[in-house]
């Protein structure tokens, strides 16, 4: 049973491209989570959901759109794919009422703008 | 605002060796503090963690103490295998928030 999974797990695709990357939890969380991975292995949140309404959204650009259609499940939209978007995408998810709830992570996607 | 610092890696030790991975935090209040670990290919999976002073996290081998007067959290291990090779990351979350705040990440490699 995959607690937290994301589609796909590799994407290659052209500058100036849109793409998405689905995410899912079946752990029951009511909040999910976008990390960004760079090359040097430095993580970066970019969007936090808790019951589908956004509570955190860090210094990323409009280009990226989350988007929650339920509490289980946290999309990734990014418009007009550039180079620097070149990186692995975590989807994470943890129950929120505990300052100590450990997050579960996905695989990762990683996307390779060419 | 509430920050992590890792030593840099990477760390390379020979199978059996003793393993220390040193972390320092910045918060306000008493954050509670993990060790994630990444193996190759693979999304970051809790090692382990502790929620107030002077308590030790342990799992599989590796334990870390929390110590508020020097506001460490060090992970420690014997013993280390080949299998323990991955990046490990240290992490706090503020009782002031709900965001894990990450460190750098610190990359072992353990040569048989």
């Known amino acids: 049973d995959t607690a937290v999974s994301q589609t796909p797990k590799y994407l290659v695709t052209q500058m100036g491209n849109d793409k998405s990357i689905k995410c899912e939890q079946n752990l029951g969380h009511d909040t999910m989570y976008w990390y960004k991975q760079d090359s040097k292995k430095f993580l970066k949140i970019m969007f936090s959901?808790?019951?589908?309404?956004?509570?955190i959204n860090e210094t990323v650009p409009n280009r990226f759109s989350p988007k929650s259609p339920d509490k289980a499940h946290l999309n990734l939209h990014i418009n007009s794919l550039e180079l620097g978007d070149s990186a692995v995408y975590f989807c994470?998810?943890?129950?929120?009422?505990?300052?100590?709830?450990?997050?579960?992570f996905g695989n990762g996607t990683r996307l390779t703008v060419t | 605002g509430d920050s992590v610092t890792q030593m840099e890696g990477p760390v390379t030790l020979s199978e059996e060796a003793f393993l220390t991975i040193n972390c320092t935090y910045t918060a306000t209040g008493y954050p509670s503090l993990f060790w994630y670990v990444q193996y190759p290919g693979e999304g970051l999976q809790l090692l382990l963690k502790?929620?107030?002073?002077?308590d030790k996290g342990s799992n599989k081998g590796f334990e870390a103490t929390y110590r508020k007067e020097t506001t460490s959290f060090h992970l420690e291990k014997g013993s280390v295998q080949v299998s323990d090779s991955a990046v490990y990351f240290c992490?706090?979350?503020?009782?002031?928030?709900?965001?894990?705040?990450f460190g750098g990440g610190t990359r072992l490699m353990v040569k048989p």
């Open positions: 502790a929620t107030k002073a002077d």
């Open positions: 959901y808790n019951n589908k309404e956004l509570i």
């Open positions: 994470a998810s943890s129950q929120v009422d505990s300052s100590n709830s450990p997050l579960h």
């Open positions: 992490a706090l979350i503020s009782n002031a928030g709900n965001m894990l705040t």
